[in-house]
């Protein structure tokens, strides 16, 4: 039996806030490792004993602090991170990663390292996958997988070889070995469902304040968007989708498991604005599908949301969708369903620039869409980005007048990050932007700095940021 310690290393802190939801990647691992009789534990350096969150504007105000981080390797919170693993005594720790937090993956292993060179550390999720050469910058990282972690990370436990481990880089003196992507796990039902329960360093009340309520009913996007990690990640022809029973199994289970406890909070990053200041977080009974799109297939959707209704299910959910997977009918079923909110990606509202992301939307589509859920009495948050290369003050501003056209329930908004893997970083890269200068902890979407493009005024910009003040006259969530 190996003792693992899965990691989620800190972010959201950085910016003074935090996140304290159960990352399914690593819980998935845990829960895998677990049914083969593993003691696997999962560790979020993200987690607060809080209920409130800070806004997205303080979020941008905050990058010089959140840069300082990064400045310091002595700083208390790498330090409390490292302390909090050792405690633990694990033979491995896994990180799972994104682009934004490679940086505070070196800081914490180097760390590791040097306190206990017996612990063998492992690097999973996006980046990872992404980067076939990480453990060319991760000096203290002894092995990276790529793609689906399950079976990789229980190999690798096990004892066998890594050299003939699917998806496994190891290191042999001089040189990565490279043994491909993992292989696809064909039945994603047959895997048991994510870690709920084995939580490190949290008191039991802390416990149960983790939001437990994220499930994953697909693995992949069949959409080609360039500016997204998801394409290459998954690669889209490798989309596998769960059974509708196995979902409705896992909302029951999720039902009767966790929400009869006597909790007041749920961090779901779900929220009502309740004060000037601050996010507080109080629905402790939200499923939140994380999948990239939850209505790919609308066949499939409908019948998982009349299985909803038939089976009585009565719960609170929320997804990701895409307005040209939307119809009438689908969206009556939503509500009738429990959907209390739908997240919509309609990026930009200028139809030039959504060709040039390849989005394979258009702003009527974007229309119909919003109009169908707003008929259907289904909130939705529209989540808008700017910044795209070649995007000019006129397409922003078209965008500005497509969000207030719509009016959303709440808004999201973001300054493009070509994340490392994305086709858009590469093209740009092409172009002639050094983004393979930039450290790693730039790529975020809410840094404030428009990276590949010089054509937006300041002014525009600003407006564009102050749709946060709608936030501020809705009842919306985040």
Known sequence: MAKVLLVNPPFYRLLNSHYNANSLGIAYVASYLNSRGHDAWLYNADFLNRNSY??????????DNYKKFFENEDHDLWEETVDKIIEFKPEWVGYTSYTANITAIDIISKKIRQKDPTIKQVIGGVHATLDHEILNKLSSIDYSIQREGEHAMSALVEGRDPKNISGVVSRDENKLIYNFDADVIKNIDSLPLPEREKFWGLSEDEKLMVDVSYICSIRGCPYRCNYCASPAHWKRNKTQYRSPQSIIDEMQHVKEQYWNMKKKYDFSASANTKSKNELIIEDNSTIYFVDDIFTVHKERIKQILQMMIDKKLEMKWKCEAR???????????????GCIRVKLGFETGSDRILKIIEKDETTDDMRRGAKLLKDAGVPFTGYFMAGFPGE??????????????????????????????TKMYY?????????????????????????????????????YLSLNNLNTVRKGYV
Not at 330 to 337: D, R, S, T, V
Request: hydrophobic share 35%; proline share 3%.
């Open 54 to 63: 800070v806004k997205q504007n303080e979020i941008f105000e905050g990058f």
């Open 323 to 337: 307005t040209d997977h939307l119809d009438e009918e689908i969206c009556q079923l939503m509500k009738k369903a």
């Open 392 to 421: 000019t003050d006129e397409d922003l501003r078209q965008t500005i007048d497509f969000a207030k056209e719509i009016e959303a329930d709440y808004y999201s908004l973001s300054i493009l990050a070509p994340y490392y893997g």
């Open 427 to 463: 093209d740009m890269i092409d172009e002639g932007f050094e983004l393979d200068k930039k450290p790693w902890e730039y790529f975020f979407h809410q840094t404030g700095d428009l990276m590949v493009n010089h054509q937006i005024s300041p002014e525009v910009l600003k407006e």
